[in-house]
């Protein structure tokens, strides 16, 4: 670590991403950035996760914690039961934006649904992909071109214009777009 604060952006990318794995070198993070020799905008969320895993509950995850704040928000976890739904109540009329992040373990397919309901606004990740299913009438409104990867968190984001077309962005890319505009009410 005495070296780290001489390399370049992407070495520093690569040591951090290496040590986060072990748990002398996540104690070796910790303390830098404890004595802040490791900046805080260095730590993407794969290492977050890795440093969370070595250290366990120790007290040198707790500076971590501290340090980074936001990155160990609690998430919402769903076993895959038929029980595991969060319910909302949600109705989206005109315009609207719909963003997660989210991060699938396993098979993945339909039943790994972000809001949705049957005959309603679905959004799902059938085939594993990411699609706005609008039932049957309408059927896959737009599908991501992307397919999304187990066990990584990935942001999406499904946008409405005023004019009614759809559209995905997978990490931040449009990665799907409606070829015909739709503006019923969804219920969710």
Known sequence: ???YPK???NDRKVVLDGLSGTKAGAKAIAAGLADKSVAVADIEIPV????????GDSPELAVVSQRLG?????????DGSN??????????????TVETWVRLDGKIDNNDSLLGGGGKLDLNFAGGIFRAYMGSK?????????PIS??????????????GVLRIYQDGELTGTSK?????????
């Open 1 to 3: 670590m005495a070296f």
């Open 7 to 9: 390399l370049s952006l």
């Open 48 to 55: 977050a996760e890795k440093l969370a895993i070595a250290l």
């Open 70 to 78: 936001g990155v160990f928000r609690s998430v919402l976890t769903l």
């Open 83 to 96: 029980d595991a739904v969060a319910k909302t109540g949600v109705v989206l009329k005109g315009a609207f």
């Open 138 to 146: 309408v059927n896959d409104a737009v599908v991501s071109a992307k």
């Open 150 to 163: 187990v066990g990584i968190w990935t942001h999406f984001a499904l946008t409405r214009d005023a004019a």
């Open 180 to 188: 015909t505009a739709n503006r019923m009410t969804c219920r969710v």
